[in-house]
C-alpha cells in the first residue's frame, strides 16, 4: 500500500488534492485492509509536516519513484 500510495502522490502538490473522501476511495480501490479508518489516516496526513511544492517536489518525487 504504502508504494501505491508514493507512486501516485509522492510530492506535496499531489497529496494536497486529497480529501477525506478521495482518500476512502482510493484505499477501496486498492482493496486495503487495515483496521484504521480513512478520517484517521487523513488527519495523520494533514497533521504531518508539509513537503516540497513546486520544481523541488518534482523533483523529489522522482527520486522517490526510482
Same mark, same amino acid.
Given at each position: 500500500? /504504502? ?10 502538490? !499531489? %497529496?494536497?488534492?486529497? /480529501?477525506?473522501?478521495?482518500? %476512502? ?6 482493496? +486495503? ?8 489516516? +487523513?488527519? !495523520?496526513?494533514?497533521?504531518? /509536516? !508539509? ?9 523529489? %518525487?522522482?527520486?522517490? !519513484?526510482?
Amino acid at each position: 500500500m /504504502s508504494m501505491k500510495f508514493l507512486s501516485r502522490f509522492g510530492c506535496q502538490d !499531489r %497529496a494536497d488534492w486529497l /480529501s477525506p473522501r478521495r482518500l %476512502a476511495g482510493l484505499l477501496a480501490g486498492i482493496r +486495503y485492509s487495515g483496521h484504521t479508518d480513512p478520517e484517521v489516516m +487523513y488527519a !495523520r496526513l494533514t497533521a504531518a /509536516s !508539509r513537503g516540497l511544492t513546486g520544481d523541488g517536489g518534482a523533483a523529489a %518525487a522522482h527520486v522517490t !519513484r526510482a
